[in-house]
Structures are given as structure tokens and as C-alpha cells.
């Protein structure tokens, strides 16, 4: 088998791997993801220098081997890495000094370790060091334990382009995390952007966190000690980001303050966001609503998808003058948020709700105690095309038309 090129082991119960396997030296792709019985590489491995992908994503291996430097070839490098059971166990660096500088032809780099592990915490400095040397790299996922390490990536030196094309940073301490409550479906959609950035257990709105956010497609903001508005991160350095997700950040009262106010090109004034299709807020003790202060019709003209889970202090969803922002939404839900009174707040909603809304199809309202009225919003939207309520004890009626009436459903 002298002339094999590709060689797939991924989701065997293989645990070690054979000597005689390191004389294909021929191979160009070997993939051995999801070996969870694979603790370590021989350093035998370093004789495939003809390789070109190497993938150990979801291995069990405790570190990588010194040899791996002479796999000059590599283009693809993706390494899941597991805290040794013991503290004295060997070795004591998760990536040795040299190996990555190099590697000068890599261009995807992936490194999955345990928040946990005293190794990468000890070591990632000088790996992030090394990692800035590779001038071919295009794509990084990589755990950043401070902030401060993000200042290693020059992203303002490119005059174009970020240095990177794609990357998924997680940035911040979340060691003490037992059990994580970012719903599934929030998951799979910050897994779609190629540009994510996860900032979490932080304080305020760093400048490090700002810069990286200016190229972000996709931003996690978990447990934030501090941010009353996710407007403190500038709604300048957000104008790219198409999904956010918020998750227990305490102190958040509002998404946008109205008027936090920035100047554009053609010298007028803009709040909003610009590319936000996503937005997914869950388990925020403090909110209160969505958008404070003066308004603009920029604010959310493509915002598609709103999820509020579990936000206690929330009482307004929507204000008469805020409906002009939501053009474009399809999808919206709201769970667990038990001060709820009506969706549009406001008495003067009357005339001005009579065309908003147009692309709403699906609508969800969960758990909802104090909710009583809907207002006219779900009437005017002609592509509604499902509805559901549970627990919601206070609501009466629906004021809906006879073409709906097909098209929802009560529960309890």
C-alpha cells in the first residue's frame, strides 16, 4: 500500500496507532477525528512528510509530538486535545516550542483544548507567538484564556483585509463552567458563520474585542459581568455581523441605546445594526426591551429571527415607533418572560401598526402569565403561516381575521 494517498480511521476504537503505518509515505490525508481511545501519537509520524491534511478533531490525545514539525507539507492541522488525568502526568506542553513556525505552508489551523487544562494556560502565549509567524494562515479556531492575547493579531496593519478569512475565537476564563445553557438551536446557528467570536465571563467592552468584532460574522456574548447595552461594543464595529446571541449577562437592560449616535459617509446620523439577521437573547435577569432612546429606521431593517428566553425585567417587545425597524422579520419568539403585558406597547400603536410586520410567518409566545393582548400585529401580516401559545392564561382572544383562522394553535 506503498501509494496510498488518503487514509480514513475517524470513529474507530483504535488505540494506537502501528509502525508500520509511518512507512506510507506517499500519504497526503490522513483523518483519525472522533478516536476517543487514541491518548498518543508516535513520533513515527514525522515520516509521512509528504502530508498535506491532518485531522485529530475529537481525539483523546493528551499532546502532540515533537516530529510533527517535519510535516512541512501540512496545509490542514485540526487538534482536540485532553487534560491529562493526572498533574505530573507527561508531557507538559500541549504543542512543542518550534512545531508550528515550522509548518510554513499551513493554512488551517483548528486547536480544541480544555479551558481546564493548566498546560494551554501555561503555554498559550507563546503558541499564539508562533501561530502569528504563519504568513499562508487563513483559518484559525483557537481558545484565548485572556483578552489580552488578541492583541498579538494586528487586524488593523491589513489596509483591505483582516489578516484571517475565517476564524472561531473563544475568548475569556469560563473555567468554573459545570453546565452550559446555550440552547441547542442557538448552537447550530453560530456554528454557520465562518467569522465567530465568543467573549465570555468578561468586563465591559474591550478595545481587543472590539477590533476582532469588526471582521465578526457571528458574536457569542456569555456571562458579561458588567454591559448594561450591547451598543458599548459600538454599533460601528458590529456593521458586519449578521447573528448574535446573548446568554446570562446580568446587567443587560437594552440592546441598542437610540442615542448612542455615530456620524455615516453621507454625514447623517445611524443606530443600527445593518447586517443582524439573528438575534437570540436568553436568561438576561435585567432587560427591559430591545431598543432605548431615539429611534432610526436603520435599526433592524434585516433582522429576520428574534428569540427572548427566560428575561424576567422584560416588559416591552415592541414600541409603535420601533415597528418600522422590523420589515424584514419572519420569525419571532418569546419564552418564559412572565412581565409581558402585549407585544406593541403604547397607546398610540393604534394607527401606526397597521403595515408592519409584512414578513412575519411564524410567531411563538411561551409561558407568558401577565400577557393579555397581541395588539393587531399577527392581522397584517399576509405571510403568517404559524402560531403557537402555551400558558399564556391571560389571553382571552386572538384578533385575528377568518384567513388565520386555519393557521394557529392554543395550548393550555
Known amino acids: 500500500m506503498l501509494n496510498l494517498q488518503i487514509l480514513n480511521l475517524s470513529r474507530t476504537p483504535i488505540k494506537s496507532l502501528p509502525d508500520p503505518l509511518f512507512k506510507l509515505v506517499n500519504l497526503k490525508s490522513f483523518f483519525l477525528n472522533h478516536c476517543v481511545l487514541l491518548k498518543l501519537l508516535p513520533s513515527g509520524i514525522g515520516n509521512l512528510s509528504c502530508l498535506e491534511v491532518f485531522h485529530l478533531e475529537g481525539t483523546e490525545i493528551i499532546a502532540l509530538p515533537k516530529e510533527v514539525e517535519r510535516l512541512k507539507n501540512l496545509t490542514s492541522l485540526k487538534l482536540s486535545f485532553r487534560e491529562p488525568i493526572s498533574f505530573n502526568q507527561q508531557p507538559k506542553t500541549v504543542i512543542p516550542v518550534g512545531v508550528i513556525p515550522n509548518l510554513s505552508k499551513l493554512e488551517n489551523l483548528y486547536i480544541d483544548v480544555s479551558p481546564e487544562d493548566d498546560r494551554w494556560k501555561a503555554s498559550v502565549g507563546r503558541v499564539v507567538l508562533e501561530v502569528c509567524t504563519v504568513t499562508t494562515l487563513d483559518t484559525l479556531q483557537f481558545y484565548f484564556p485572556t483578552v489580552e492575547l488578541l492583541s498579538h493579531f494586528n487586524w488593523d496593519t491589513m489596509p483591505t483585509s483582516p489578516p484571517l478569512s475565517h476564524f472561531k475565537f473563544t475568548v475569556g476564563d469560563h473555567t468554573n463552567r459545570i453546565i452550559g445553557q446555550l440552547p441547542r438551536d442557538a448552537e447550530v446557528e453560530l456554528g454557520r458563520y465562518d467569522k465567530c467570536l465568543k467573549y465570555v465571563n468578561g468586563k465591559g467592552a474591550p478595545e481587543e474585542i472590539k477590533k476582532v468584532l469588526r471582521h465578526a460574522s457571528a ?177 382571552k382572544s386572538l384578533p385575528i381575521g377568518k384567513v388565520f383562522q386555519s393557521k394557529w394553535r392554543h395550548q393550555g
Not at 418600522?324 to 419572519?330: I, R
Not at 401598526?353 to 402569565?369: E, Q, W, Y
Open 219 to 395: 458574536f457569542f456574548l456569555d456571562r458579561n459581568m458588567t454591559v448594561e447595552k450591547l451598543s458599548e461594543f459600538e454599533i460601528t464595529n458590529m456593521k458586519q455581523l449578521k447573528c448574535c446571541v446573548i446568554g446570562e449577562c446580568d446587567k443587560l437592560q437594552a440592546i441598542i441605546d437610540g442615542d448612542q449616535m455615530v456620524t455615516n459617509a453621507s454625514g447623517g446620523l445611524e443606530v443600527g445594526f445593518k447586517s443582524l439577521e439573528y438575534l437570540y437573547i436568553y436568561c438576561a435577569r435585567s432587560l427591559r426591551s430591545i431598543w432605548e432612546g431615539q429611534l432610526d429606521n436603520s435599526g433592524f431593517k434585516v433582522l429576520k429571527y428574534l428569540v427572548l428566553y427566560m428575561c424576567p425585567q422584560l416588559t416591552t417587545i415592541f414600541t409603535p415607533g420601533s415597528l418600522a425597524n422590523l420589515s424584514s422579520l419572519e420569525e419571532l419568539t418569546v419564552d418564559d418572560c412572565s412581565r409581558v403585558t402585549s407585544l406593541v406597547s403604547g397607546s398610540d400603536c393604534e394607527n401606526e401598526i397597521k403595515h408592519v410586520l409584512p414578513a412575519l410567518k411564524k410567531i411563538s409566545l411561551r409561558f407568558l402569565a401577565e400577557l393579555d393582548n397581541i395588539s393587531d400585529v399577527v392581522c397584517i401580516s399576509p405571510r403568517l403561516e404559524w402560531m403557537n401559545f402555551y400558558h399564556c392564561p391571560n389571553l
